[in-house]
């Protein structure tokens, strides 16, 4: 069958011939509708990501949406490897039907980065009954602006979204949320520029997607600001792989620092949220560009970047 293939770590993925799904006994294959080209799975092909070891030559993908056999659109991934979701035919032990409405899609280009929010908004939510103030520092990548919007779906009473893309913070501002722009390049401004934003109400959830001296800054800010119980949830860390925790912040407030990721959520708590987030996708609370390439044409989406994820499709 026709697949997306990486064959060594580090490698460019290219369009090949690869050998038939296995299928269990009472099972059928699935067929590929579309498959978000996901930061995770960029990782994964290099072969550093945290979460998963890769023995090559593998199929791309760690989730998509699929048709089955009678022709019900299903949200499905995490197949066993080698074999990943970005191939004409796939298994995987999870599925969830697509509601009505939902575009297809934008579910296989959303789903991954939303859920990674999604689920810690909704477990603050179960275990504090109000999710009061979220901050998101990251808010103009896709994984952060559909925190953004989660957090705005589930009812928090003030949504902070910090990040650096002036047009990106301009649509989460017209969805509601305060927004709080990272152009600061010294940490003695940054510091300044969070401290403001959270002195006014500060944040009883943290979501941060970017970690390194953003973080650090935060800590500061969050010395700084008013009385608050906070949950302080590390999530991405495109601003740096490291972050210093200042003695202080642990002795002046009740705060919990933790991380939500692979390892720290399992594959079925993340897809018990999956009927609700695709139904926030099929009623417009969440949104996600995406832009489609047929399976022959994954150079082109490997080098897609700009505001809009990837999805493969079939040719």
Request: aromatic share 6%.
């Amino acid at each position: 069958m026709r697949a997306v293939v990486v064959n060594a770590a580090g490698e460019s993925p290219v369009c090949g011939e690869f050998s038939e799904v296995p299928v269990p006994s009472g099972r059928e294959p699935l067929s590929l509708v579309g498959a978000g080209l996901h930061n995770v799975v960029r990782g994964m092909a290099s072969g550093g990501h945290y979460g998963r070891r890769m023995d090559y030559p593998v199929i791309l993908g760690i989730d998509a949406v699929a048709r089955t056999g009678d022709g019900r659109l299903v949200y499905t991934g995490y197949a066993r490897p080698p074999f990943g979701t970005m191939a004409e035919r796939l298994i995987a032990p999870h599925q969830v039907e697509l509601p009505a409405g939902a575009d297809p899609l934008m579910v296989a280009a959303g789903m991954n980065p939303a859920l990674s929010g999604w689920v810690v908004l909704e477990s603050r939510r179960t275990e504090v009954g109000a999710l009061g103030t979220v901050l998101v520092l990251g808010a103009t990548g896709m994984s952060g602006s559909l925190a953004v919007q989660g957090a705005l779906a589930l009812g928090a009473d003030r949504v902070i979204a910090a990040g650096r893309d002036p047009e990106a913070l301009e649509r989460l501002r017209d969805a509601g949320a305060t927004t709080v722009t990272l152009a600061q390049d010294s940490p003695d401004a940054l510091e300044k520029v969070l401290a403001d934003v959270v002195a006014e109400t500060p944040p009883t959830l943290v979501l941060d997607y970017l970690w390194g001296p953003i973080a650090e800054a935060a800590f500061s800010a969050l010395i700084q600001a008013g009385e608050a119980d906070t949950a302080y949830v590390q999530i991405g860390s495109l601003a740096g792989l490291n972050a210093s925790v200042p003695a202080e912040l642990l002795r002046s407030r009740r705060i919990q620092i933790s991380g939500s990721g692979a390892g720290s959520v399992s594959f079925e708590d993340m897809f018990a949220q999956a009927p609700e987030v695709m139904a926030r996708f099929a009623d417009g609370s969440l949104h996600m560009p995406y832009t489609a390439f047929p399976l022959s044409r994954i150079d082109e989406a490997w080098a897609h970047t700009g505001r809009s994820r990837a999805v493969v499709v079939p040719d």
